[in-house]
């Protein structure tokens, strides 16, 4: 089973900052409030899970990597 990563859709992120709020270790904004990851193993899964679990608009999946 593969290292989990997140998949971003920058055209459904509305900025609304719940991913920074709930993992601010593996998520920020850049410069048009549209959401990067950071560091993918930021945050302990879980939270990271809880971060993509409260996006409003469905922009971050949880997806595993093939190989690790």
Do not use: W
């Not at 850049?30 to 193993?41: G, I, T, Y």
């Not at 679990?53 to 093939?66: F, N, Y």
Request: proline share 6%; glycine share 10%; net charge negative.
């Amino acid at each position: 089973m593969g290292a989990p990563s997140v998949a971003v859709d920058r055209e459904r992120c509305v900025g609304s900052g719940m991913c920074v709020l709930y993992a601010p270790d593996s998520f920020a904004h850049d410069e048009v409030a549209k959401v990067v990851v950071l560091d993918p193993m930021g945050d302990e899964e879980d939270v990271i899970g809880s971060a993509v679990d409260a996006c409003p608009t469905g922009a971050l999946r949880l997806a595993q990597e093939k190989g690790t």
